[in-house]
């Protein structure tokens, strides 16, 4: 396949509606059909043995939901600011169960809907760095934004570990 044809068919899979949120003073989007619901940051209950982007679990209207520090999971400073808040998302384990998952982020900002015109293929950046957790660059309003893949944002085996552990 040639690259002209990998970028188009990428930007087919990918246009679609994104709710963009902050890290760190960068911004990310996600699949607006991934995200079930935004809500304040609440206390979270430890889990040992867990990665230490992974926080704990809080109880969600009788369902506990395992929490993951978005910005830790990336490397980046995790200060809890007035706008920090959890975005719960649907992620598609490799089993094929679905899961409820909160992301903490550093703010969200709004839901854009992106044309395959605003969408680039992620650049490669060598061969140590893996790239597979993003679906592209979007351009929005003059600002690049990272398109991130919900289902593989969070390694599979940090998911089954805490899908046993709730």
């Known amino acids: 396949m040639s690259t002209n044809a ?4 990428v930007a087919k899979t990918t246009a679609n509606k994104y709710l963009t ?7 990310y989007g996600m699949a ?9 940051l609440q206390k979270i209950t430890p889990v040992p043995q867990m990665p230490s982007y992974v926080k704990g679990v809080i ?20 200060e809890i600011a007035e706008r920090t808040c959890i975005v719960v998302v649907q992620v598609n384990m490799a089993s094929g169960q679905t899961v409820q998952m909160g992301l903490i982020v550093d703010s969200v900002e709004e839901v854009v809907t992106l044309g395959s015109d605003e969408i680039e293929p992620t650049p490669e950046f ?7 957790y993003l679906l592209g ?16 944002v969070v390694a599979q085996e940090a998911i089954e ?3 046993k552990a709730t």
């Open 59 to 78: 109880n969600l209207r009788g369902s506990v939901i395992p929490i993951v520090d978005l910005r830790l999971k990336f490397g980046l400073k995790a």
């Open 6 to 9: 990998l970028s188009t068919n």
């Open 21 to 27: 949120v902050t890290l760190e003073n960068e911004s």
């Open 32 to 40: 607006v059909l991934k995200v079930r619901e935004i809500i304040r």
């Open 126 to 132: 060598g061969t140590r760095i893996d790239t597979t």
């Open 161 to 163: 570990r805490m899908a």
């Open 137 to 152: 660059m979007a351009k929005v309003k003059g600002q690049v934004k990272t398109l991130l893949d919900i289902d593989r």
